[in-house]
């Protein structure tokens, strides 16, 4: 049930405030809903007091929702908590906050975008097949980061942690089962760097022998 002080007229601006992100201004949420600037203006204050939008930020800032707001209206994906990996704990039963959106959660940039991965070459860091990472375009790594490289010679790109040697690039997986790649610096474009995944499949289960 939503909270009374919710009223229709502010559930609408808040739907309307998550709707314009960015462009979400007094005067642009006055236009979207059919209010007067000033009317609007008194909502949000109303809203902001209650703890369901942030604190402003500056005279031309968006306006923007708080992590209540959105536990409250459901919208992104609960955390409900956290949940131990050494000693066992309670899970918590209520969400204690959300994930505002993808974009923020994994910290996309402009011009970043998403591969589908073939292949297991890189599940020793939890890549499965059918994951998605997100890759930054760049054309330099750090010894060490996991990129996309295009193998001129193959016309086939791959994704694998990098280390330069002289002249020579190294491309390692992930997996025991598949061998270092070398190849001549040359004959290797770097074309971005993973930042980040999307686990789509249930990593494969070990068991103890």
Do not use: C, W
């Amino acid at each position: 049930m939503m909270p009374p002080e919710l009223t229709p007229t502010r559930q609408t601006l808040i739907s309307v405030i998550l709707r314009l992100g960015t462009q979400a201004t007094a005067s642009a949420l006055a236009r979207e809903m059919g209010i007067s600037k000033p009317a609007i203006t008194r909502h949000i204050d109303i809203l902001r007091d209650l703890g369901y939008v942030a604190p402003a930020g500056g005279r031309y800032a968006p306006i923007t929702l708080t992590s209540r707001a959105k536990v409250e209206l459901g919208i992104g994906i609960p955390i409900y908590g956290q949940i131990a990996a050494g000693q066992p704990t309670l899970a918590e039963q209520s969400p204690e906050d959300v994930v505002p959106d993808l974009d923020a959660l994994m910290g996309k940039r402009p011009g970043d975008f998403l591969l589908t991965v073939r292949g297991d070459s890189m599940i020793g860091i939890g890549v499965m097949p059918g994951d998605l990472v997100l890759v930054r375009p760049t054309a330099e790594v750090l010894d060490g980061e996991v990129a996309v490289v295009l193998i001129k010679g193959d016309n086939a790109a791959t994704l694998k942690r990098i280390t330069h040697f002289v002249d020579k690039i190294l491309l390692d997986s992930e997996n025991p089962e598949y061998g270092q790649m070398v190849y001549a610096t040359e004959d290797v474009q770097i074309q971005g760097k993973m930042i980040g995944k999307i686990g789509l499949h249930v990593p494969r289960s070990t068991r103890r022998r």
